[in-house]
């Protein structure tokens, strides 16, 4: 089976990050960038079936220069190729205008599942996959725990984590759009054979017009939302934090909740 | 592959640092095969045994990476394994023997370990004492090594032997000697000051067999093997402790800058920033000086001179800096637990480790020229 993966470079969570001059955006300078969380286990299942069913994943990702970065981690991990969006005229879309990107790219190669992460660790609008699927009509489930293939291909049983540790199971008809939650499988390393090989293995560049979109359908052009502002919230306002070893500051919460907001 | 290392070293080895140091071992063959299924055993060994046939620079990368590990006996431990114990069976030993002991090792499934160092005999490698003499198809092996790192848990020993009286340069030999064979008894572990993760024990030979071909290369040249496979070994053990010192500097630095003194963090005292960044100045002049030794290993070039600088000036750097670290961290650097006080007992090994700084600098002595001449 052929599975399109579509992976989003994000900040990395331990880095500093700060404000950039215009105020819309973080500064991306000196932040260190790495694949979204759940996009690494949405690689790591498209990789373990096909190496159950045999087939290839092919890695999507829309972003500037410093995507390669996560595209060659990809195809380390034991991706074959993969599709870099990376025409400037794709760059600061919201959800909808990457989704429309992306559609356009896997609509141009045939596959039988798209696989995505439930959620960027950034943005975090949760949205990308499911624009995805209505943009190709495709089949679509959330936060997706647990994934089988059946026999033959034409369908998978998909496990749904709900609340109060109940869970559902369904099945979709494939081609399906697919996006789970981080924590269904144990993503693997880069062996260094699969780091070697990267270096060869291709990348390819379309644009807009190569995939059949006019510029201003895709990127910022193509948006319905604008980021007007974004800020820090004020931090220590109404906040007291518990220095220690979880069991000391627990027993200093405890104390206060008792003594000081008598809710215990 | 930096990357893929330390997403290894922090998932699967980090989170159970404490636990090995406790427990005085690490379980070397669960860790071992997961870095050898991500083929980060054979970096510098060649394809044909499973190894990825590329030049030492990238073993000096991974032998850097490693330095991340929260502790100094795991990292010695797979250094052992991937640069200490192979390079001459790499070398000089036959295919067969490569097959049966190499392309296992470079898998995971096998451990090694080094036997050279004797309870009699440690910087005068020379005077070892172990004797093995052949009998029919097989070398009868009697004696004993010391201060085994792997010793507990290895399956081969790559042993430095007598194999003939004579020349003490020219009368030894190397041999693969399987650690489960009769006559092999292993002590319990021996006790140490720090390098707690690794298991270190004394070995003894009580007439052991093992077979002809378990001689690495020619018979009488196992000395100037082992001479030539301790380059990597002291190569990897300077990479190694570059990239921990700059960690002990960067978590003091945030330790004193949290701590305050007399209205100030400690680290706004000039003397205590000024320190620091000169401690620093002399970790990276130590990383060009391993990355210009690295460059003369890859050009197949006579690296003992620098090697053998590397080793000496990491062993004595490890000791200043550390000590200079615990001092600013007071009495909580003092603590059993804290991260610069294990720095402090598992790097005092370097200076005797591996060859000690006074065994460097004789060799250093010798490439300069200055040793007296003996009579
Ligand atoms: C934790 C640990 C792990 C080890 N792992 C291994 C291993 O895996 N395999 C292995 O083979 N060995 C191993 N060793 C042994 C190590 O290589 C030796 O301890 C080291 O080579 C020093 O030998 P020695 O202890 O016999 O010291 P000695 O040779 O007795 O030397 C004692 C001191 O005298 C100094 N000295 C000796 N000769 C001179 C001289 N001519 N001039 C000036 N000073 C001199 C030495 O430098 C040293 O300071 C390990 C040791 C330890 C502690």
Redesign the interface.
């Known amino acids: 089976m052929r599975i399109a993966v579509c992976i989003k470079q994000v900040p990395d969570a331990e880095g500093r990050l700060q404000v950039a001059a215009d105020g819309k955006w973080i500064d991306e300078d000196e932040i260190k960038f790495v694949i979204n969380e759940s996009d690494q286990y949405a690689l790591e299942e498209a990789l373990t079936l096909t190496e159950a069913h045999g087939g290839e994943v092919v890695v999507f990702s829309l972003g500037p220069d410093r995507v390669q970065d996560a595209l060659r981690?990809a195809l380390?991990l034991g991706a074959k190729r993969a599709v870099h969006l990376a025409d400037s005229a794709f760059h600061g879309g919201d959800a909808h205008a990457t989704a429309r990107a992306l559609a356009a790219a896997i609509r141009s190669e045939e596959f039988d599942l798209v696989l995505t992460g439930a959620q960027s660790d950034d943005a975090g609008y949760g949205a990308t996959g499911s624009m995805l699927a209505g943009l190709l009509g495709w089949p679509h489930a959330w936060l997706v725990m647990g994934l089988e293939v059946d026999e033959g291909g034409g369908s998978a049983k998909v496990t749904r984590e709900m609340e109060s540790g109940m869970n559902e199971f369904f099945r979709l008809q494939l081609p399906a759009v697919i996006e789970v939650q981080a924590g269904l499988n144990h993503p693997r390393?880069?062996?260094?054979?699969?780091?070697?090989q990267a270096k060869r293995k291709p990348v390819d560049r379309p644009t807009p017009a190569d995939l059949g979109l006019v510029a201003d359908e895709v990127g910022m052009a193509g948006s319905r939302l604008e980021i007007v502002d974004v800020a820090f919230p004020d931090s220590g306002v109404g906040a007291q934090i518990f220095e220690g070893d979880p069991a000391t500051a627990a027993k200093a919460l405890i104390e206060k909740l008792r003594n000081e907001a008598r809710v215990l | 592959?930096r990357?893929?290392l330390r997403?290894?070293i922090d998932t699967e080895i980090n989170p159970y640092v404490d636990a090995w140091e406790e427990a005085r071992a690490f379980p070397a063959h669960e860790v071992f095969k997961?870095l050898g299924?991500?083929?980060?055993l054979g970096?510098a060994r060649p394809p044909e045994y499973g190894g990825?046939g590329?030049d030492w620079s990238?073993s000096l990368v991974m032998a850097e990476e490693l330095g991340h590990i929260q502790c100094g006996g795991v990292p010695m431990a797979i250094g052992v394994h991937t640069d200490m114990c192979t390079p001459a069976l790499d070398r000089f030993g036959s295919d067969r023997l490569k097959r049966e002991f190499l392309a296992p090792s470079i898998a995971g499934d096998l451990v090694g370990c080094l036997g050279v160092s004797e309870s009699v005999a440690g910087s005068d490698v020379a005077s070892i004492r172990t004797m093995a003499r052949r009998d029919g198809d097989d070398y009868v092996i009697n004696g004993e090594k010391m201060w085994i790192t792997n010793g507990g848990q290895a399956d081969w020993m790559c042993c430095l032997v007598n194999t003939a009286d004579g020349h003490p340069h020219r009368n030894k030999s190397l041999l693969i000697v399987p650690l489960n064979a009769p006559g092999v008894e292993r002590s319990r572990k021996l006790d140490k000051l720090g390098m707690w993760s690794s298991d270190t024990a004394q070995i003894f030979f009580d007439d052991v067999r093992v077979p002809r071909h378990h001689l690495i290369g020619e018979e009488g040249m196992g000395f100037a093997y082992q001479m030539m496979q301790f380059q990597e070994e002291r190569l990897w053990a300077a990479a190694n402790t570059v990239t921990g010192l700059d960690n002990v500097i960067r978590e003091t630095i945030n330790y004193t800058r949290e701590r305050q003194a007399f209205g100030r963090s400690i680290l706004d005292n000039q003397v205590v920033h000024f320190r620091l960044a000169e401690l620093s100045t002399e970790v990276e002049a130590l990383r060009s000086l391993v990355y210009r030794a690295t460059e003369l290993m890859i050009a197949g070039e006579d690296a003992t001179r620098l090697a053998s600088m590397a080793k000496l000036k990491a062993g004595r750097l490890q000791r200043e800096v550390v000590d200079s670290c615990i001092q600013y961290w007071g009495g909580q650097g003092y603590m059993w637990e804290s991260p610069v006080a294990r720095a402090y007992r598992d790097g005092r090994l370097l200076s005797i480790g591996g060859g000690t700084d006074e065994v460097m600098l004789g060799i250093i002595c010798k490439y300069e020229g200055t040793l007296p001449k003996t009579r």
């Open positions: 981690k380390a390393y880069a062996s260094l054979k699969g780091i070697m | 592959m990357e893929s997403q290894l997961k299924d991500a083929g980060f970096i990825m590329l990238y």
